[in-house]
Nanobody
Framework: QVQLVESGGGLVQAGGSLRLSCAAS????????MGWYRQAPGKQRELVAD???????NYAESVKGRFTISRDNAKNTVYLQTSSLKPEDTGVYYC??????????WGKGTLVTVSS
């Protein structure tokens, strides 16, 4: 059993920043890719950013230059530092991990609301 616990969401004004965290625990041997997805009201879930075990990161075009993903392999934790937030960044942010055994897990999500 694997659990993902996200934190750091909240209400912020446009131009502000938030730091999201996601800690994985349970029956984990090794985590390959860790990532953040988001789902805005009425829209499909989309990739925000992901990062390989070696630290190679990938970002959605809409967040490049504003968001930074990082991870602490010793703590099985992934972070998303957001800045210059826009109202269109509003949504539920979900953590996702790929384990070395091929299993994939999602967190329950943390809500980010950006007011104009």
């Amino acid at each position: 059993q694997v659990q993902l616990v996200e934190s750091g969401g909240g209400l912020v004004q446009a131009g502000g920043s938030l730091r999201l965290s996601c800690a994985a625990s349970g029956n984990i041997f090794s985590i390959n890719t860790m990532g953040w997805y988001r789902q805005a009201p009425g829209k499909q879930r989309e990739l925000v950013a992901d990062i390989s075990r070696g630290g190679r990161s990938n970002y959605a075009e809409s967040v490049k230059g504003r968001f930074t993903i990082s991870r602490d392999n010793a703590k099985n934790t992934v972070y998303l530092q957001t800045s210059s937030l826009k109202p269109e960044d509003t949504g539920v942010y979900y953590c996702n991990i790929d384990l070395s055994n091929g299993m994939n897990y999602w967190g329950k999500g943390t809500l980010v609301t950006v007011s104009s």
